[in-house]
């Protein structure tokens, strides 16, 4: 039987960053991977997602550079092209991660994988592989990196409903959408759709989109829904889906049914852990999670977790970041430092959004607070007539004048707010943000020209 010193279950950002590292440090390292190498991120999450939205961002630019001179027209957009193209480019990326850990050195398994003992993998058959031999490996340590899965509502007709994995190879584009769930995905995917000349409706159960965002950007999200085109049914839920000779019904429990040719559930997502045999050696879970402390240790000595399976931050650095961190603990230097708390998190939406640090709701609970806003127009913008404003905001700790969070909506704030997760995971001052000079004209200059405080927010505790 084949031995190795580290056994990686999954191959998306978490698991190959774990097992590359691992082998850069002289460890003997496997990695068996059931569906597609690279994981969620590159075949069905963010960068076919950002692809997407770049065909969108596209239309839009179109338009717009009339009013600058061009005598140019949206023509017809091909989603068969897009989707093609899309597809050949995540061929591309297949390769470069499987290439990225044969180099490394990395015994690579095609097939599902379950524990038989703590120390024992066998490898099944996959869809991806359905002609190798079941195997059965040996390895001091096992780390579970195998990712989550789109969440279906237990409704009426649920079976009808798409979620993000098939928005992918969709063969046409629906011309009308209903997405249930402002969360990330729900938000992105109306924007996508929209974008392209979708009719799409976007239902949710609270009164804003974007739950767990600073309120006043989900707030200034909820204005910017219908100048792109898309209708806002808040503070309602699903309760059946209906097929009909020319699409769907969509049933609300506020009465509303929407007509539509395709129900798309944004609803979340559930670590991946049915097949992976945990009772089998009791692993420990929680609320369907496999439960780890801050060193990525299950309950099980040698078995470790990491990623969306842990259903803590779900986004691909942090996976990458915690395969990063363990590979170097098990078998290097444990060296760097990373800042999980100040992790900076965006929504590609229409006019994205991104944030960095605390919102004004959780900061406030322990600090006083001075807010400082800003709202305008872009100047991109200005001769195109597009509607749609930008709005920048700080929150800053009244005593101690460190900048707690950074929050933008508007073009380019995920490029923005990476720059400035770097001042706020240093614990910058607002008074370093004043020193700054602006770089002109740009919209992100806005960030160290804020001089006039919003508001004076004292703290809900009241003990400070
Ligand atoms: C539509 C969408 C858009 C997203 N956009 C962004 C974004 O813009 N930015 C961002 O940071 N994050 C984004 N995310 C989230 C990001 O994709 C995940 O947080 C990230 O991929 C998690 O990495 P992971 O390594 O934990 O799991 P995954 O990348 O999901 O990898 C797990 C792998 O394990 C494999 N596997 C599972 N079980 C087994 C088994 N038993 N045997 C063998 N293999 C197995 C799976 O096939 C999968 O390839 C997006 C997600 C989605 C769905
Ligand atoms: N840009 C990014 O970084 C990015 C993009 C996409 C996904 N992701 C990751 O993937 C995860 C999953 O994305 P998601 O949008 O599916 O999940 P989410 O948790 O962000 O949003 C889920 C949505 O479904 C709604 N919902 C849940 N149960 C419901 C019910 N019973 N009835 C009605 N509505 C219900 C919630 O209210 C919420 O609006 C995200 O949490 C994020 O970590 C990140």
């Known amino acids: 039987m084949?031995?190795?010193?580290?056994?990686?279950?999954?191959?998306?950002?978490?698991?190959?960053?774990?097992?590359?590292?691992?082998?850069?440090?002289?460890?003997?390292v496997a990695i068996a991977e059931r569906r597609h190498w690279g994981g969620t991120c590159v075949n069905?999450?963010?960068?076919?997602?950002?692809?997407?939205?770049?065909?969108?961002?596209?239309?839009?630019?179109i338009d717009d550079a009339r009013s600058y001179g061009w005598d140019v027209t949206r023509g017809f957009h091909d989603w068969a092209k897009l989707i093609d193209a899309k597809d050949r480019e995540i061929e591309r990326l297949n390769g470069i991660y499987i290439s990225m850990l044969q180099k490394a050195g990395v015994t690579l398994f095609t097939g599902d994988a379950r524990l038989v003992d703590s120390d024992t993998i066998e490898i099944a058959p996959s869809d991806l592989a359905p002609e190798v031999q079941t195997q059965t490996v040996r390895a001091k340590n096992i780390v579970i990196?195998?990712?989550?899965?789109?969440?279906?509502?237990?409704?009426?007709?649920?079976?009808?409903?798409?979620?993000?994995?098939?928005?992918?190879?969709?063969?046409?584009?629906?011309?009308?959408?209903?997405?249930?769930?402002?969360?990330?995905?729900?938000v992105e995917f109306a924007g996508i759709f929209a974008g392209l000349g979708s009719s799409v409706d976007l239902v949710y159960r609270q009164n804003l989109p974007l739950r767990g965002f600073d309120h006043e950007l989900r707030a200034h999200l909820a204005e910017l829904l219908p100048i792109n085109g898309i209708r806002a049914r808040h503070s309602t839920s699903p309760e059946r889906i209906e097929k009909v000779e020319d699409g769907y019904r969509l049933h609300l429990d506020d009465g509303?049914?929407?007509?539509?040719?395709?129900?798309?559930?944004?609803?979340?997502?559930r670590p991946n852990i049915a097949s992976l045999g945990l009772d089998r050696i009791g692993l420990k879970t929680v609320d369907g999670r496999i439960a780890v402390n801050a060193k990525s240790e299950t309950n099980i000595p040698n078995v470790y977790a990491i990623g969306d399976v842990i259903d803590t931050y779900n986004l691909t650095p942090t996976a990458i970041a915690e395969g990063h961190i363990l590979a170097?603990?098990?078998?290097?230097?444990?060296?760097?430092?990373?800042?999980?708390?100040?992790?900076?998190?965006?929504?590609?939406?229409?006019?994205?959004?991104?944030?960095?640090?605390?919102?004004?709701?959780?900061?406030?609970?322990?600090?006083?607070?001075?807010?400082f806003t800003?709202?305008?127009?872009?100047?991109?913008?200005?001769?195109?007539?597009?509607?749609?404003?930008?709005?920048?905001?700080?929150?800053?700790?009244?005593?101690?004048?460190?900048?707690?969070?950074?929050?933008?909506?508007?073009?380019?704030s995920p490029e923005i707010i990476q720059g400035l997760a770097i001042a706020v995971t240093a614990?910058?001052?607002?008074?370093?943000?004043?020193?700054?000079?602006?770089?002109?004209?740009?919209?992100?200059?806005?960030?160290v020209t804020m001089r006039s405080r919003t508001r004076y927010v004292p703290s809900a505790s009241g003990t400070v």
């Open 427 to 447: 614990g910058l001052k607002k008074r370093d943000f004043d020193r700054t000079i602006g770089l002109h004209p740009t919209s992100a200059e806005e960030f």
């Open 2 to 28: 084949q031995e190795f010193d580290l056994f990686v279950i999954g191959a998306g950002s978490g698991g190959v960053r774990c097992a590359r590292i691992a082998a850069q440090n002289g460890a003997r």
């Open 374 to 412: 800003s709202t305008f127009t872009p100047m991109r913008q200005t001769l195109s007539d597009r509607k749609g404003k930008v709005l920048m905001k700080l929150v800053v700790d009244a005593h101690s004048n460190v900048v707690l969070g950074a929050h933008m909506i508007g073009p380019d």
């Open 145 to 186: 990196a195998t990712g989550s899965t789109p969440h279906r509502l237990d409704i009426e007709g649920a079976e009808h409903a798409i979620v993000s994995d098939d928005a992918f190879h969709l063969e046409d584009r629906p011309e009308r959408v209903a997405v249930i769930g402002s969360g990330y995905i729900g």
């Open 328 to 371: 170097e603990r098990l078998f290097g230097e444990p060296g760097r430092e990373w800042s999980f708390d100040t992790t900076p998190k965006a929504v590609f939406f229409t006019q994205p959004l991104a944030s960095v640090g605390l919102t004004e709701e959780e900061a406030t609970r322990d600090h006083d607070l001075e807010i």
């Open 44 to 61: 069905l999450g963010c960068v076919p997602k950002k692809l997407m939205v770049y065909a969108a961002d596209y239309g839009r630019e």
């Open 256 to 269: 509303v049914v929407l007509e539509t040719d395709c129900v798309f559930m944004a609803t979340g997502r």
